[in-house]
Structures are given as structure tokens and as C-alpha cells.
């Protein structure tokens, strides 16, 4: 099991890799089977090709990350992270808390975001 060093380095790769248009560099922390659910109640995405397609589509829209709070890891198999989604040219924001599950190789097997209309501003 990764520990939480590996796993808040990996939340804040994900956030670097928004914020630098490299929609490459988020999906590759996603285990080929994981599952992408977001915002949670929503239909997953599964699977290398939906997630290599989910985050092409949210990194090419300009979307930028910003940290609420520092990163929290665990005694398990999961960290989570609240942040800001900024949408350019939206005039969107919507705040998110993120919940991730990491598999024994510590790549992401399963990222579920928590937000919902109460959330968006804009």
C-alpha cells in the first residue's frame, strides 16, 4: 500500500498537471481500470480510454486547480484534497473535495469528487 507521502505527492502531480494544460500527466495516475466519479452520483467514467478522454475534455477547457486547504492523506488507502475549480472564459467556480483510492502500485484506482449545485458560483 502506498504511503501517504506517495499519495499527497500524487494529488498535488494532479493539481500541477491541471494548472499546465497536461491532461497526459493527470489521467497517467489512474490505474488502466480505475473509475472516475464526478461528481459522485453521476455516471463513472471507466477505464483507461474514458479517463484519457474525461480529463483531454477538463484540462482543454482551461480548467485551473486551486488548493483550499493542504492536502490529507491516511493510516489507508485514500487521500483527499479540497480545491477550487476555476472554468476561463465561465465565469464558473465550483468547490470540490476529491477522494482518492490508491491501488498497492500507487497509481489511482478510483478518484470520487464530492460537490454539488450548492457548490458553483458564477
Known amino acids: 500500500m502506498p504511503d501517504q507521502e506517495h499519495m499527497k505527492g500524487a494529488l498535488q502531480r494532479y493539481v500541477d ?3 499546465a494544460g497536461d491532461a497526459a500527466a493527470v ?3 489512474f490505474a488502466d481500470d480505475a473509475v472516475v466519479e464526478d461528481p459522485v452520483g453521476h455516471p463513472q467514467v471507466v477505464g483507461r480510454e474514458a479517463i484519457d478522454a474525461f480529463y483531454a475534455n477538463a484540462v482543454g477547457a482551461g480548467t485551473k486547480l486551486s488548493l483550499d486547504g493542504p492536502i490529507r ?6 487521500a483527499a484534497m479540497a480545491f477550487t475549480v476555476a472554468v476561463p472564459g465561465m465565469g464558473l467556480r465550483i468547490r470540490v473535495i476529491d477522494v482518492m483510492t490508491f491501488g498497492a502500485d500507487g497509481r489511482i484506482v478510483r478518484m470520487e469528487a464530492h460537490w454539488g449545485p ?3 458560483e458564477g
Do not use: I, T, W
Request: no cysteine; hydrophobic share 25%; net charge negative.
Open 17 to 19: 498537471g491541471f494548472n
Open 27 to 29: 489521467s497517467a495516475l
Open 73 to 78: 492523506g491516511s493510516y489507508g488507502d485514500r
Open 118 to 120: 450548492d457548490d458553483l
